[in-house]
């Protein structure tokens, strides 16, 4: 393993596939290319049709791409590698007779490991429901037995599909910080794709934003909010700021929005003072990540 692979849990290098053929062949992922870093809680994001789904079943060894590479934990992806790895892909299926410690008993002598089932039904927060059938749980219950499943054999990565999708408040409160725990005091890396975008900003360190199977944005939540922050200006000419083309202008929210760097802020109130610009209030706005994710995305097909 080289230098620049020592922090890197998933490597995405050009990968592509498509499906179908001829007129009919439709492009999933496109030269996609980006790292996830050890440690984290990474978000990966899109619009339907964006290629997540076929990047996630590439990474399960579920399909192959049609030219580049995944290395895992500085390995070519086979089964071996991803024996590294947990993962939750689409909606978890269980056997309502079973019981939880049943399942997970079953699917431990199924990935030929020898679980602590007691503490992964503790660490999950279900210790007490353990030898209930499945059939009367919650899907709160349901999605921290899935979780649970995907940490059979102490993986050093796990993988989650909208592992909070149909969950009550409650229940996505319980999942979010579950995933935080698992990266900050287990030092597991965690991939999750979902269309919450506020939970995913919540919970994650970086995110990769797909679109047409391309990488329209990549990077950690703080910058990329930070990089989409305007300044919003309530003036009695605005007129003024909208005849600027450098400023980007933008009507909104009974005011004026511009794109400038901090610090030409004063140079720009001196100038609106010097030619009798009345300023009522003037601040920074900071985006969700929606505004990014709708910024990076806008005009994508689904």
Known sequence: MNDSSAHVAIRIEEVEKSFGRGTQTVKALDGLTFEIPKGVVYGLLGPNGAGKSTLLRIIAGLVRQDRGSVQIFGEVSDTIARRRLGMLIESPSFYPFLTAREHLEMYGRITNTQPDVQAILTRMGIARAADKRVAGFSLG?????????????????IIL??????????????????IAELASRDGVTVLLSSHLLDEVERVCDRVVILQKGRKAAEGRVVDLLNSEARFWLNVDQPNVLLGSALLRPELGDGGVYVRIKRDDVPALIRHLISVNVQIFEAKWTKPDLESVFLSETRGATT
């Open 141 to 157: 219950m349901k999605q921290r037995l899935a979780i649970g499943c995907t940490l059979l054999g102490n993986p050093d990565a």
């Open 161 to 178: 599909d909208e592992p909070t999708n149909g969950l009550d408040p409650d229940g996505i409160l319980e999942v979010r910080s579950l």
